[in-house]
């Protein structure tokens, strides 16, 4: 049996569009099909959250949805992802479905029977389960129909389970030959070879050929990488589709398929790969044609510009220098030269006047308080202010630089180095961003190597560190990867053989800085635990992880050494 793997980029909300973008896929196939498959919910876009809840969009989509089927007539069968609407009595009345579109009609839906509400996801809040079993015949074949999550919960491959079914087990023991998937499944560094080992380990299991075809494209904060596969009934990968781009694949069930090698991508490759497709994706969906951001001379603005030029082009991109009177000379000329290699437009707005001006309005009303924290932020609210000013001039959409160390740790000024419309590197940690960065000059110097060398400074004060205030990098992003992904406490952290006393002023920080993350830009996901939909903490809450006394503190340490 021949299946076209129909890997899309959805605009989310663009019915018509998104129609208009299965048709043309299916009517230039690069060959013959007996069943086109398209990602989860691919006339709407994945996810479309709260458009859900208002009834003229579910019209709209119904009708945008027989018009293709009718269109489509003379086509082979075509699953489609779409929400339909249904008339039970209980419930939401709604489901994440497949639609199976045929001789110029919808002639059956599949709903999703597994709805995820963890990490970004929140279905249950929308749709209905569905509580039969995918099945249809084509060909000479039992067709079994899952959506995405309806595969992630085999009992054979997981040590713990979400839920008390297996849909795909349901499908097998009813006969099932061929088990497809629809899935919009969200990128993370390393997810791709636990999608490929779970679905061979179905296969392996059940017999069957698995045809999984996956989403592709940024979406707000989320990017989808496609790799859309079929793995063969002896659990090899038979086929992958491009990485990060649309593609349309036409696999045959039947037929002896070469195994596939696997990918050959470092996790530093795909995350680079992810924040261009993020950045592009969301500037152009937005209406964005420019880009600006502000270059200091450090890593993390030199990466994310490196990700401007690729995602919209060089000439669509416009760094910033907004020198103060504490900037070193090396910074203002790491960034031209940055910018000289990229092949970047430079403007510099010199913030020594404003500040002097600040300054002098504020002198009467700051009169007997000694300078701090407070002047230092003032320097980042006057970048913000006219990098916005900028960006609002030239209709650009401001790119924010900072990484996921500092935004954990709130080492960030809101309204200052915070503002923007899109936080490219904010699930990157700081030691991450070195290791991208490097990856980057793999080939050739892009970012200069005096920038990847100096070390990291805000320089909003003569001769200022970021470790002035923050632990080593290496040892502050150790402790967060424990923290925010492992879920670790601060005595687990410090039984690891971290200083208690280090661990617990981190995590002090972590839990301080959560108003500013809840006014942060939109940030990229490329790990499985990001700031963002997926991060669900109160702003105001205790004080429980880090109640440890200082006998306790020297308790844990005696522990750990």
């Known amino acids: 049996m021949r ?4 890997q899309l980029n959805a605009v989310l909300g663009d019915l018509e569009g998104n129609a208009a973008r299965i048709e043309h896929a299916i009517r230039a196939l690069p060959g013959t099909a007996d069943l086109c498959v398209t990602p989860e919910l691919s006339l709407t876009g994945y996810p479309p959250r709260d458009l859900l809840l208002q009834p003229a969009f579910l019209h709209q989509t119904e009708s945008v949805l027989t018009a293709l089927a009718a269109r489509l007539r003379g086509a082979p069968p075509v699953l489609v992802g779409a929400p339909i609407r249904h008339a039970r009595r209980n419930g939401r009345g709604l489901w994440n479905a497949a639609a199976l579109l045929a001789d110029g009609a919808v002639r059956n839906v599949f ?78 560094g390393g997810k791709q070879q636990v999608r490929e080992a779970m679905f061979a380990a179905i296969a392996r299991r059940h017999r069957v050929p698995v045809a999984y075809v996956n989403q592709v494209g940024g979406q707000d904060d989320l990017v989808f990488d496609g790799r859309s596969l079929l793995i063969d009934r002896t659990a ?7 990485a990060f781009t649309e593609d349309v694949v036409i696999v045959d069930t039947d037929r002896f398929h070469p195994p596939v090698e696997a990918s050959a991508s470092v996790n530093e490759e795909e995350i680079f790969q992810a924040l261009v497709l993020g950045t592009r994706d969301y500037a ?39 020198p103060s009177p504490w900037s070193s000379p090396g910074s ?11 092949g970047i437009a430079t403007e510099s707005l010199p913030i020594a006047p404003v500040m002097e001006a600040c300054d002098e309005t504020l002198a009467e009303v700051f009169r007997g308080l000694a300078p701090d924290v407070t002047e230092e932020n003032l320097q980042a609210r006057i970048r913000g202010l006219l990098l916005m000013a900028l960006a609002n001039k030239r209709g650009s959409l401001l790119l924010t630089t900072g990484n996921k160390s500092e935004l954990a740790v709130g080492y960030a000024t809101l309204y200052g180095d915070m503002c923007g419309g899109l936080a490219v590197l904010a699930d990157l940690t700081k030691t991450m961003v070195y290791r991208v960065a490097a990856w980057v000059n793999r080939g050739g110097t892009r970012i200069p190597a005096a920038i990847l060398e100096k070390v990291p400074s805000a320089e909003l004060r003569p001769g200022q560190t970021d470790q002035d205030s923050l632990p080593p990098y290496a040892m502050l992003d150790a402790i967060l990867e424990r923290h925010l992904e492992g879920h670790e406490t601060l005595e687990e952290i410090a039984a690891a053989g971290f200083d208690p006393a280090v661990v617990r002023d981190v995590l002090r920080l972590v839990r301080r800085a959560e108003f500013k993350r809840t006014q942060a830009a939109p940030g990229l996901r490329v790990t499985h635990r990001a700031f963002g939909p997926g991060w669900r903490m109160p702003i105001v809450r205790g004080h429980w992880e880090s109640h440890l006394t200082i006998d306790e503190i020297a308790a844990a340490e005696a522990r750990a050494s």
């Open 236 to 242: 090899r990968v038979a086929v992958r589709a491009r």
């Open 111 to 188: 709903p999703k029977t597994l709805l995820p509400d963890y990490d970004v996801f929140d279905e249950p809040r929308y749709f209905d389960a569905g509580d039969g079993i995918g099945l249809f015949d084509l060909c000479g074949r039992r067709i079994g129909v899952s959506i995405c999550e309806d595969a992630w919960n085999d009992r054979e491959f997981w040590r713990t389970r979400r839920y008390g079914r297996d849909p795909v087990e349901e499908a097998a023991q009813c006969g099932m030959d061929i088990l497809v998937n629809l899935s919009a499944s969200p990128f993370a």
């Open 284 to 322: 152009q969906k937005s209406g964005f044609r420019r880009v600006l951001l502000g270059l200091s001379g450090g890593i993390d603005s030199a990466l994310t510009a490196v990700v401007a030029a690729d995602a919209v082009g060089a000439a669509n991109v416009t760094g910033v220098l907004l």
């Open 332 to 342: 203002v000329g790491d960034s031209l030269e940055l910018a000289q290699r990229l």
């Open 3 to 6: 299946i076209a793997l129909v």
